[in-house]
């Protein structure tokens, strides 16, 4: 099969939330398959320069805009002015999410739609400015980045997985109603990865630690590099007729029902 069905020489990719973490590693690996990366964040300016000075050191042509997802005329400006001084945008992938580790019956309403605002409302505002153009020009990739717990519940993550649940209904609904302008929405949820912000629990001995490396088939975390493969494949034209799909890089986690603790 012909490499030109991953080439993204010519791209533009815009990644939410790609100045640190798993949206980093996505967003390198679609500059090192050619895209030009626009990366977006909304913690400050200076957090954005140094990460798209990170990307030009990999040889990848990266830029950075700061706005707040969750603001529609924020996001609806900043896609203008990307589209104007950039380019179109060919690719975007929805990123940025947030997560409050709060039991339900204790969680406060104001933090309950703040995580449903950023994690799934966000996708929504962030995406019609960009699917809007991509409409009009029959072309555009858009992936949403869901989660496990797209599928699963977990203690203290209601707020979260009920964003992730109903974002994987979003990406389905969004490539029902696109996919006949040639616009392919997907989703990739991710398992478990080796993080900075998982660092802490990666070691022996952490009953976390076992319980992941236990309840992966592939009895790892995730490398984040991982996560690049999909994301070029989804990117790119190799996934031309691929769409309404959540693509789990999880190592086999949610094929399972897990083995018993005294299976090796």
């Not at 830029?63 to 997802?69: A, H, K, M, S």
């Not at 991509?134 to 992936?143: A, L, P, T």
């Not at 022996?204 to 494949?233: H, K």
Request: contains cysteine; negative net charge; aromatic residues 6%.
């Amino acid at each position: 099969m012909s490499t030109q069905l991953f080439d993204l020489t010519g791209k533009v990719a815009l990644v939410t939330g790609a100045t640190h973490g798993l949206g980093m590693s996505m967003a390198v690996g679609l500059g090192k398959a050619g895209a030009t990366l626009v990366i977006n964040g909304h913690s400050s300016q200076e957090k954005i320069d140094k990460a798209v000075e990170l990307y030009k050191e990999q040889g990848i042509n990266a830029y950075g805009y700061r706005f707040d997802v969750t603001n529609e005329s924020e996001a609806e400006a900043a896609v203008e002015k990307i589209e104007s001084e950039v380019g179109p945008i060919d690719i975007l992938v929805n990123n940025a999410g947030i997560i409050r580790r709060i039991p339900l019956l204790e969680m406060p309403l104001d933090e309950w739609e703040n995580v449903i605002r950023t994690d799934l409302t966000g996708v929504f505002i962030m995406t019609k400015p960009v699917a809007q153009r991509m409409v009009k020009r029959r072309q555009g990739k858009i992936i949403n980045v869901c989660s496990m717990m797209s599928e699963l519940g977990r203690n203290s993550v209601g707020a979260y997985a009920a964003a992730k649940g109903g974002l994987k209904m979003l990406t389905r609904n969004m490539a029902t109603e696109w996919a006949k302008h040639n616009v392919q929405v997907n989703g990739i949820g991710p398992g478990y990865f080796a993080t900075s912000q998982t660092a802490p629990i990666r070691v022996d001995g952490n009953p976390f630690n076992e319980f992941i490396v236990n309840r992966t088939p592939a009895g790892r975390w995730g490398d984040p590099d991982d996560l690049q493969g999909t994301t070029v494949f989804l990117a790119s034209n190799a996934s031309n007729f691929v769409t309404g799909q959540i693509v789990y890089v999880d190592g086999g986690i949610l094929a399972t029902i897990g083995k018993p603790s005294n299976e090796e």
